[in-house]
């Protein structure tokens, strides 16, 4: 097992990666995608700006307001994947770290001119980029953890009643 300094170090260190990279990736498709939407197996690949939250919620609103809306959420995310979230089992712990990692990688690309550049296009589901799939894979693991955590004590209750 790692010590406590290790995991915190790890926990940051790969929000800190997962931010590049789905940065990096938004430029990537901001640069090949301007002027020819592509194709990525099951995926389509357009370019677009969303000036909202998620699915394009608030759109009409200040983009300074969704800009600081989005900047206290991803502050409370990452200060507590910083403070307690590198504490929790493995999977927690990489649910976090994929949160924080999408919330970040968002927020820095909405800070500059106050929209997120979405890529992915599914053509039944609104276009999304790499950071939004951090976010929803994270959710998903979050809840399946909980999940477990919630019913772990149960079957060891049960296991204990059979016998």
Known sequence: MSSPATRRVSTLGAIAVLT??????????????ATTPGHAGPLQL??????GAAFGLGDALPPWLVATATGAITAAILGYASRAGWKQPAAM??????IAAGAAANLLDRLPDGVVTDYLHTGWFPTFNLADVLITAGAVLLALSILHQDL???RRSEGAEER
């Open 46 to 51: 357009r370019l677009l700006y969303n000036r």
């Open 93 to 98: 712990r990489w649910a976090i770290t994929a």
């Open 20 to 33: 590049g990279g789905a940065l990096l990736a938004k430029t990537v498709a901001e640069q090949s995608l």
């Open 152 to 154: 772990a004590p149960r």
